[in-house]
């Protein structure tokens, strides 16, 4: 390794010190004002995206520019987080960008598809910070449309270094109906007749009427012109969906029960073929009210109106759905949402299958929302889907598992990290760790994951602080023959690691690492020494100091020289450089 390699690596060991230290005492000048350069290219570039084609030079060049002062920023501070609310940005604790809450300024862009934190990180490349750019630039104007949202566009571009948190809230809305008959009907109507009656005894003293009488006013033509046309428009579906609906309300015994729920079933079938979703929705919000009616009255309609339900949630049921899908607009893709969730936890399974039929970001939007909800009140259908051998099925059913707390959900994430597909384990690792109730020992073997990200999201996780099991298995790990994979990188940030969650009773290994000979093979010496070297960095005490300070009089150039190049690091970064 180079000596601008190595003088890179220290200089971003030295940063990744004080950016620990900034958690507390805020961000130095420097590291804001090189922030603040970011975020104005990023304004820039969102501009020129705004007003011209995505390949114009102007466009290219605003592009080249944010990604030199990103670039910049990710190799000398580390990752690049801003906090949002509906009219600012907020960087470590401070707001660094206000605007009003207006569609196309950036703050509200992102917080009104429910961002609430957007982290850009080291190893971003020139592509990826372009495609987000394009993501911004469409969704920078709401559109009334079904064409998805920002969130979701983030989510399926499966960005490596850009990190975000989404706030989801669901509602599950509760029926209410008064399906009662209006009182006193009978009576208006008897009234009616004998009033009539009584003006019929008296028609004897009418004096005859005249013909033009009997000539309709504009007004009144008008009135029945409306009356015909209201009645041309009255739906005999929901008139006897209506009738139906009462019939239960009524009936309180069971032969006659049974027939009326298979004539709703008939129509439930029939309103999501003929897209009347206004009528699916009534008969299932109908027959939860009936349901709830029932628990305390004739409590043996339950199991017939639970058989409904689960009736309803089967693939065969569903199947109409399938071919809706190609021309749903936004009312009709929010009412099929409303029916969905009215449905039992088994329907996920059907859902799953629409799930990776359908391309509309929206319809994948929507139905990973209802099956986060079903999945709410019953995992067991989620968990069966998750041995579907369709890998990008199972990584989305991963991601809406990961949102569910509780013990059963951690259960089958644990689980998921042994899956073959790189993606979902990653899909399955970051919620685990997120809980901070993980078995460290348990999940150690990730530490030799082929996956890049995921070694390096465990590595993250171990270091967040002192830690005594950490620090016992790394030290185990680290010994010859114990580390299986041999690359320089994955040894340095392992020992980066150690010095983070370590104490004093890792100083002897570290020192006999860095000035330690004749036991390690040529091949691992730097490496190894390179490692130690950051650890005693990351460490931090008077003890670890010492080691370097030892080492940095060392006979051998290559120890000597990173030893010294560590302690000026440490000492330009006490001066304030």
């Not at 628990?295 to 199991?303: D, R, V």
Request: proline content about 4%; aromatic content about 8%.
């Amino acid at each position: 390794m180079g000596d601008s390699d190595s003088k890179e690596d220290i200089q971003l060991a030295s940063v990744e010190e004080r950016q620990s230290d900034n958690t507390l005492t805020g961000p130095s000048e420097e590291e804001w004002q090189a922030a603040e350069k970011v975020l104005t290219s990023l304004q820039l570039a969102r501009k020129n995206y705004s007003l011209y084609p995505e390949n114009h030079v102007n466009c290219e060049r605003a592009l080249e520019q944010f990604w030199l002062q990103l670039d910049t920023f990710l190799r000398v501070y580390g990752d690049l987080r801003f906090d949002l609310d509906k009219d600012k940005l907020i960087f470590q604790g401070e707001v660094i960008l206000s605007e009003p809450p207006e569609e196309g300024n950036l703050p509200f862009t992102l917080f009104r598809d429910g961002i609430q934190w957007l982290e850009l990180q080291r190893g971003i490349d020139s592509d990826e910070v372009e495609q987000f750019l394009r993501l911004l630039n469409r969704y920078r104007v709401l559109s009334a449309e079904p064409e998805g949202d920002l969130v979701t566009a983030l989510w399926e571009a499966k960005f490596p270094h850009i990190q975000y948190y989404v706030a989801d809230m669901f509602w599950g809305a509760e029926p209410e109906f008064d399906l009662t008959v209006s009182p006193g009907a009978a009576e208006e109507d008897g009234e009616a007749v004998e009033e009539e009656d009584k003006e019929s005894a008296k028609s004897e003293c009418f004096p005859p009427i005249e013909q033009s009488a009997l000539k309709m006013t504009p007004e009144e033509e008008a009135e029945l012109r409306e009356m015909v046309r209201t009645e041309e428009k009255r739906d005999p579906v929901v008139e006897y969906l209506d009738i139906l609906l009462d019939s239960l309300m009524e009936l309180r015994e069971k032969e006659n029960f049974v027939p009326v729920l298979e004539s709703l079933e008939d129509v439930f079938h029939d309103s999501l073929a003929r897209k009347q979703f206004e009528v699916t929705l009534k008969i299932l919000k109908s027959l939860h009210f009936v349901r709830k009616t029932c628990a305390t009255e004739t409590t043996w309609a339950l199991p017939l109106i639970d058989n409904f339900f689960l009736t309803a949630s089967s693939a065969k049921s569903l199947r109409p759905l399938q071919t809706a899908w190609l021309d749903m607009d936004t009312d009709e893709i929010s009412q099929i949402k409303q029916v969905l969730i009215l449905l039992q936890p088994e329907a996920i399974q059907t859902l799953g299958a629409m799930l990776i039929e359908t391309s509309s970001l929206a319809l994948q939007k929507m139905l990973l929302e209802v099956i986060l909800v079903l999945a709410h009140r019953d995992v067991k259908p989620l968990e069966t889907m998750l041995a579907r051998p369709e890998e990008e099925l199972v990584q989305k059913l991963v991601y809406v598992l990961g949102r569910i707390d509780g013990e059963r959900s951690t259960q089958i994430l644990a689980k998921m990290i042994h899956h073959p597909s790189p993606r979902v384990r990653h899909e399955a690792l970051k919620p685990l760790l997120n809980r901070g109730t993980i078995d460290v020992k348990g999940l150690f073997h990730l530490i030799e994951d082929k996956n890049d990200a995921i070694r390096r999201l465990f590595l993250r996780y171990m270091g967040q602080e002192r830690n005594k099991v950490s620090e016992t298995l790394l030290l185990e790990y680290l010994e010859e023959g114990k580390m299986k994979r041999s690359d320089d990188e994955h040894i340095i940030a392992c020992f980066r690691t150690l010095g983070r969650c370590g104490s004093q009773r890792s100083i002897p290994f570290l020192k006999k690492m860095l000035l330690g000979r004749g036991w390690l093979p040529s091949f691992k010496k730097t490496s190894y020494r390179q490692g130690a070297a950051f650890a005693l960095q990351s460490m931090g005490t008077e003890e670890s100091r010492e080691v370097l300070q030892e080492a940095s009089k060392s006979l051998f150039p290559s120890v000597k020289g990173i030893a010294r190049k560590i302690l000026e690091g440490q000492a330009k970064q006490r001066q304030g450089y």
